[in-house]
């Protein structure tokens, strides 16, 4: 399910560190269309963007 609301990076399930070049990255694995697509769009609306809940498991045990 994608949300396509307004976006901070930082805040996404798909941000990630990446060890090899020492920097956070988008995680998220498109094809080649869906990449440009992507590339094409500005990050404040990014139709890719999932909130990150780290209590995401907590929250179905209640």
């Not at 560190?17 to 094409?40: P, S």
């Amino acid at each position: 399910m994608v949300n396509k609301q307004a976006t901070n990076c930082e805040s996404c399930e798909f941000y990630d560190y990446d060890e090899e070049i020492d920097a956070y990255v988008c995680d998220l694995r498109l094809d080649e269309d869906e990449m440009v697509d992507f590339l094409g769009r500005n990050t404040k609306s990014c139709p890719y963007y999932r909130f990150y809940d780290e209590y995401k498991s907590v929250h179905k045990q209640i």
